[in-house]
């Protein structure tokens, strides 16, 4: 499947050093419910120092929709986007969901790979649950809607947090009367349980041994204390790291914290 991406970068600028030219481009994969929307600032800032490319994972923004969405599925997806791009190498940066398929890229296709970062998730299936966000998807009727705040107002209902609701929204195309989902609602519903697992029996044995970091929000409990060996029985050599006062969209509530930690592990590898 070829996936829809941006880049934040231009070889042609000159103030892109030859350091810049010759480093793996940085591909950040948003989380569920994410897109390239979600990510522009963040991105831009740190196009200031790498190149990146921004994606849309399958089922949601403007990449295809499928009836599959495993984690092998989304793997596959990063490679055919490396082949369409000539890209040999890159360096992933990966958050929830996204930072699981950076984690099962790294445990398949490790000589793809120059580095690794996953932002505020862990190797583990998780007990809390998704569904009621798609549940008030799929139960709201579109049609008929005139405005966004029509849309806002009518998922209040059923989404009580208004940031949650702003995050989601920004999956909302199409105008007044015409409004649809860019997310493939009933297939990330039917998927959840891959979606909050993590496909350990398919990856008996497989370890990534280089250096890596993991960035975890003070706030979230999502890379809690617990899951640590977790993470070290799979990535044995990985930097775990905290960013204070930030939950788990930590790229948005603390930006140039995650930016530092990030930047700090590309500049030392």
């Not at 190797?123 to 049609?143: G, N, R, T």
């Not at 195309?173 to 350990?200: K, Q």
């Amino acid at each position: 499947m070829k996936l829809y991406h941006q880049t934040y970068f231009d070889l042609a600028d000159p103030n892109y050093t030859q350091e810049h030219r010759n480093s793996s481009p940085v591909l950040i994969i948003p989380g569920l419910f994410g897109s390239t929307a979600n990510w522009r600032g963040f991105a831009k800032k740190l196009a200031e120092r790498r190149r990146v490319i921004v994606i849309d994972q399958r089922n949601h923004g403007q990449s295809p929709h499928a009836k599959n969405n495993s984690y092998f599925d989304l793997v596959d997806d990063l490679l055919v986007l490396l082949e369409e791009l000539k890209l040999d190498k890159v360096t992933l940066c990966g958050h929830s969901m996204g930072g699981k398929t950076a984690m099962v890229f790294a445990l398949t296709h490790a000589s793809k790979l120059d580095q690794l970062i996953v932002l505020d998730i862990a190797p583990v299936k998780y007990e809390h649950s998704h569904a009621p966000i798609l549940e008030a998807l799929k139960s709201l009727d579109l049609k008929g809607l005139g405005s966004r705040s029509a849309v806002d107002q009518a998922l209040s209902t059923q989404i009580t947090e208004k940031s949650t609701r702003l995050f989601i929204m920004l999956s909302l195309a199409g105008s007044a009367g015409n409004y649809e989902w860019r997310l493939n609602v009933d297939v990330l519903f039917d998927n959840l349980s891959l979606i909050s697992g993590f496909p350990h029996s398919q990856l008996q044995g497989a370890v990534y041994p280089k250096g890596c970091l993991f960035v975890k929000g003070g706030d979230s409990d999502y890379v809690n204390e617990r899951y640590h060996d977790n993470i070290t029985e799979r990535f044995p050599a990985a930097q775990i790291k905290t960013v204070e006062q930030a939950g788990h969209w930590l790229h948005i509530d603390q930006k140039e914290a995650v930016l530092e930690q990030v930047l700090t592990f590309l500049e030392k590898e």
